[in-house]
């Protein structure tokens, strides 16, 4: 089984303050995770992928094995970084089956305050 | 292509109405999800289908939900009969089913059951 946690339902900082949205996975084989985000009235949209390592909008994110952690950093924020931001992970439901299932945390609602 | 296309966008239903959720996803994808979203669960996955055949419906809560996909380019999401606890945004996604690669979201349909 696999399952993404996320514990914070709600992060408010100030423009300017680093901002960490955390992430936890459990997974038994090796994880591939995203993160994605939803500003008001849009649709989700991929924000970045582990594979990648890239930075996206400032925003960066370590897969952590030992800590089967992912969490989400951004050194300054911004206040158009408000928004829903979701942590995903792809895995296989059976050994060889082909196709991945893509499993979503609850979600954190980042309110940036100006 | 116009990206995943969810319709309707809003729907109000009176509680014991059938209720369909209709999703074109973006062609030549063969992985496609159905999600429901709520303020207490986050983003949960109801059922996935990879080349038009249900691979996990472990999500769907129950059996007054159902999900199908006649083809390639068409899945629908019936609740039939609908309660109030079924109030929520269905979103569909869909990917090329590879492992790590973005998944890509509709605008969701608001669904309000009363």
Known sequence: AQRVTQPEKLLSVFKGAPVEL???YSYSGSPELFW???????RLQLLLRHISRESIKGFTA????GETS???KKPFAQEEDSAMYYCALSGQRDSGAGSYQLTFGKGTKLSVIP | DAGVIQSPRHEVTEMGQEVTLRCKPISGHNSLFWYRQT???GL???IYFNNNVPIDDSG???DRFSAKMPNASFSTL????SEPRDSAVYFCASSDGLRNTEAFFGQGTRLTVV
Not at chain 1, 36 to 42: A, E, G, I, L
Not at chain 1, 62 to 65: E, R, S, T, Y
Request: proline share 7%; net charge positive; charged share 25%.
């Open chain 2, 44 to 46: 949960e996955l109801l």
């Open chain 1, 36 to 42: 994605y985000v939803q500003y008001s009235r849009q």
């Open chain 1, 70 to 72: 992912f969490h989400l």
């Open chain 1, 62 to 65: 370590d897969l952590n094995k």
């Open chain 2, 78 to 81: 019936k609740i039939q009969p």
């Open chain 2, 39 to 41: 303020m207490m669960r």
């Open chain 1, 22 to 24: 955390k992430c936890n």
């Open chain 2, 60 to 62: 769907m809560p129950e």
